[in-house]
């Protein structure tokens, strides 16, 4: 977000929220509202050393087509790279959060995702995995984490997940594609989610402070629009002032 005021200032955000809604179609604000009904933090994504622009990036466009806003990318060997084509626009409707830079950057990401409250859940057969149609979503919120196409997941995730998640599989291969993967489990869980009476929508504020981001991102000349909108504001608080 482009000018903090609009994070530290409730007013001035609920009033900038009703400045932009006046300047986009009624359509699309239907639409960001409707979006927004569904949006949840409760499950999140985290990518680690993906390398391949196309599964990247359908990752991406199943997590905005599920609802699921933020996703987590670390970047230890690989970059992280978005195909536009494939992503088709959803990245700009996400929040992306990329771990990059220290030593280990997974570790700092489970940290991270920790000390928010979020269980840790390696995509993975495992010893003591569970069949997503058995995973206890109940339990808290969660971070799903998806490994690299040839080697999978980490050692570091593998030794500090609190649990395991896997697909059945029937066939000779034993795994899918990760964009396959996540599309499978993702759709799934939150099918699951949405049948139970579990609330996992977002809180007021983030809500609005979402709905703020998403009607920037759908306003033409928006920097030109907050800078008019900032010198109305102060003009009128300044006059009945005087």
């Not at 993906?50 to 990036?57: G, H, L, P, V």
């Not at 799903?144 to 395991?164: H, K, P, Y």
């Not at 928006?222 to 009945?240: G, I, P, T, V």
Request: proline share 2%; net charge neutral; hydrophobic share 35%.
């Amino acid at each position: 977000m482009s000018n903090n005021l609009f994070i530290t200032n409730p007013e001035l955000r609920k009033r900038y929220i009703n400045y932009l809604s006046d300047c986009i179609y009624e359509r699309r604000l239907t639409q960001i509202k409707r979006v927004l009904e569904k949006r949840t933090r409760y499950v999140t994504v985290v990518l680690e050393d993906i390398y391949q622009s196309q599964n990247a990036s359908a990752v991406l466009r199943t997590c905005d087509c599920l609802g699921i806003q933020d996703v987590h990318i670390i970047e230890n060997k690989n970059k992280f790279n978005i195909n536009p084509q494939v992503v088709m626009g959803a990245s700009k409707w996400l929040t992306i959060k990329k771990y990059k830079g220290e030593v280990d950057n997974t570790i700092k990401t489970i940290n991270t995702l920790k000390s928010e409250g979020y269980r840790i859940v390696a995509t993975t057969p495992h010893t003591s995995d569970v069949n997503v149609e058995d995973f206890d979503f109940g339990k808290g919120k969660f971070a799903l984490f998806f490994g690299t196409e040839n080697t999978g997941l980490s050692e570091n995730v593998m030794n500090n997940a609190d649990e395991f998640i896997k697909i059945p599989m029937y066939g000779f291969t034993e795994s899918f594609n990760i964009s396959v993967s996540a599309a499978i489990l993702l759709y799934t869980l939150i099918n699951r989610i949405h049948s139970s009476d579990i609330n996992i929508n977002l809180e007021q504020e983030e809500s609005e402070l979402l709905f703020l981001l998403w009607l920037q991102a759908s306003t033409k000349n928006c920097q030109m629009m907050e800078k008019r909108f900032l010198s109305e504001y102060y003009y009128h608080n300044q006059k009945n002032t005087c």
